[in-house]
């Protein structure tokens, strides 16, 4: 599967945006996703997680109440609904997926496999 995330851009202070990350291929179903950011001269963490039915979700304590992950198998996309967006939220976000995640969600980026390109979000203050 290959992941291409998109939805970025440029918002003010307690703004929305919306994040896709799309997969092309078969059985997207069938991969657990994941989304992670990465501010400059910081590491990449740990956003937000949803299982391969949706029937299970994690957020980083930093976006839990602001943001929310779901998912549509149907149309092999996930998405990032961002809230209340503050200056801290400014990052390259990330979505990523594995198959071989499956009876939790998770946190830790190496046990993703797949990468999609990222995409920009800078909100203004």
């Known amino acids: 599967v290959q992941l291409q995330a998109y939805g970025g851009g440029l918002v003010q202070a307690g703004g929305s945006l919306r994040l896709s990350c799309t997969a092309s291929g078969r059985a997207f179903s069938t991969y657990a996703v994941g989304w992670f950011r990465q501010a400059p001269g910081k590491e990449r963490e740990f956003v937000a997680a949803?299982?391969?039915?949706?029937?299970?979700?994690s957020y980083a304590d930093s976006v839990k109440g602001r943001f929310t992950i779901s998912r549509d198998n149907a149309k092999n996309t996930v998405y990032l609904q961002m809230n209340s967006l503050n200056p801290e939220d400014t990052a390259i976000y990330y979505c990523?997926?594995?198959?071989?995640?499956?009876?939790?969600?998770?946190?830790?980026?190496?046990?993703?496999?797949?990468w999609g390109q990222g995409t920009l979000v800078t909100v203004s203050s």
């Open positions: 990523a997926a594995d198959r071989n995640i499956i009876t939790s969600t998770q946190a830790m980026a190496r046990l993703y496999d797949t």
């Open positions: 949803i299982k391969r039915s949706g029937s299970g979700i």
